[in-house]
């Protein structure tokens, strides 16, 4: 076991530290430090939820809490609830300590107003609308505000603005979502085309970090690697055909950029201006624009990292 993680750590030139460089500050305003709250739908199609579990169990990450929605693909908010819920379950049977419950969220979509105007938006308000305007709260200070990071549609948390206008000092998002192009990107596939006004709400509004950027899921758990036996990993282990089933809609890709800096490796300033033919909000470079959007990772650095994790016998504690 220790043998593949010295290799992958050749490959993406770490040596063997892994940890060095870590704690520098990376491209994006948030880190590792900041509290963070995860949004997202089905548990099934990427690991953003392992990632983010394993993360906060091993001290990485402070994860204050995980809202489960829907969306056109994971329609069934019963069945993404009982999924993130084994999921977790079998984290704590695992070992896995700091491990939130998940709550569900039913807020629908938002919808513009005849004026076109922002503001004018009827709020749904939803449960995760709520937590998130509450945790900002709790937790948010005006150096260390609370990250949402999402991997799904945009809705609380522009739903979260809606129902409290002060939120934006207190959260700054970070989504896996959309597509970059060399005038900029777009707020579409994969999980922007879900619910577009909200797109708009939250990059007009809201502090905002688009991670554009994605990697071959199926590096992070290759049939090969030699996984020790716990509830957790055979929980991966059923879950990874489907996973390789969706390659593109790599969610974990926002929750890694806040937790390991040195995994963003290239970042525009960007400014949300108008829509395509789709109506799928589109990005325009600007030096000075408001948002960050991130267009190259390190997917090898993401792969070591959980592998590390996975594959350290500390990290499995007794429950």
Request: aromatic content about 6%.
């Amino acid at each position: 076991m220790r043998s593949c993680v010295a290799l992958l750590l050749a490959v993406v030139g770490c040596g063997g530290a892994l940890d060095a460089g870590w704690d520098d500050p990376g491209l994006l305003p948030v880190d590792h430090r900041n509290p963070v709250v995860l949004c997202n739908d089905g548990a099934y199609d990427n690991w953003q939820g392992e990632y983010a579990l394993l993360l906060t169990s091993t001290g990485t990450l402070s994860l204050a809490g995980i809202v489960i929605s829907t969306s056109p693909v994971w329609s069934k908010l019963d069945d993404n609830m009982a999924g993130w819920q084994a999921m977790v379950a079998a984290a704590r049977k695992a070992g896995l300590k700091n491990i939130p419950d998940p709550m569900v969220s039913t807020g629908r979509n938002l919808v513009r107003p005849s004026d076109g105007k922002i503001d004018s938006t009827v709020s749904n308000p939803s449960e995760g609308a709520t937590f998130i305007v509450e945790k900002s709260k709790e937790l948010s200070h005006p150096y260390r505000p609370l990250v949402v990071v999402t991997g799904g549609r945009l809705t609380d948390v522009a739903d979260a603005y809606l129902l409290d206008r002060t939120v934006a000092d207190r959260i700054v998002v970070v989504a896996s979502l959309g597509s970059t192009s060399k005038d900029g990107g777009a707020m579409g596939v994969p999980n922007g085309e879900m619910d577009t006004w909200a797109d708009v709400i939250v990059a007009q509004r809201l502090r905002y970090v688009q991670v554009s950027a994605f990697y071959d899921e199926t590096t992070d758990l290759p049939t090969s690697l030699q996984l020790p036996s716990n509830p957790f990993t055979s929980w991966m282990l059923a879950k990874q055909t489907q996973v390789f089933n969706n390659l593109q809609a790599a969610d974990q890709v926002a929750v890694v950029a806040v937790a390991i800096p040195a995994f963003v490796s290239a970042v525009s300033r960007v400014v949300q201006r108008g829509t395509d033919s789709n109506n799928i909000p589109t990005l325009a470079l600007d030096a000075n624009g408001p948002i960050w959007l991130v267009s190259q990772i390190n997917g090898a650095l993401a792969t070591a990292r959980l592998w590390q994790m996975l594959l350290d016998p500390t990290t499995f504690a007794s429950p």
